[in-house]
């Protein structure tokens, strides 16, 4: 059997990151959350990091809050920054957000933030693109599935 695949979930409080959990238990076996980062619901991080067992987390706000659950050692996990989660080497897929910006904007974005500091095979789908290539069997979204 393949190894899972590794997560790392930047916006997991949200509903594309709730979304991606969902899948996650639905599946078991076939995905290891690595890292899950939140803006501002604290709360319901911490018990995603309870049910999924992340290695890496971070808050945007509240970060004090989870600093210190980190510290009474109530939360098994690590403190990382976004960019350190993304290049993980144990994450092999990062979920992020959904925008309207049009594919080559959004994929410069990424890249411009991840300051083209490394080796990394970008693709940048809106839920909609993703689904319309898996109903159209993309002949490489079913080789990467």
Sequence with gaps: MNRPIGLAILGSTGSIGRQTLDVVHSLPGRFNVVALAAGSNVTLLEEQARQFHPRLVCAGREADYLYGRIAE???????????????????DLVVVQR?????????????????????????????????????TGNPFLSHAL
Excluded: I
């Design 73 to 91: 050692g109530k939360l098994p996990a690590r403190w990382a920054s976004m960019e350190e989660m993304a290049c993980h080497p144990d994450v």
């Design 99 to 135: 925008t309207a910006d049009r594919f080559p904007v959004r994929q410069r974005a990424l890249l411009d933030r991840l300051q083209n500091m490394y080796a990394l095979d970008l693709f940048v789908y809106t839920p909609e693109e993703f689904e319309e290539m898996r109903r």
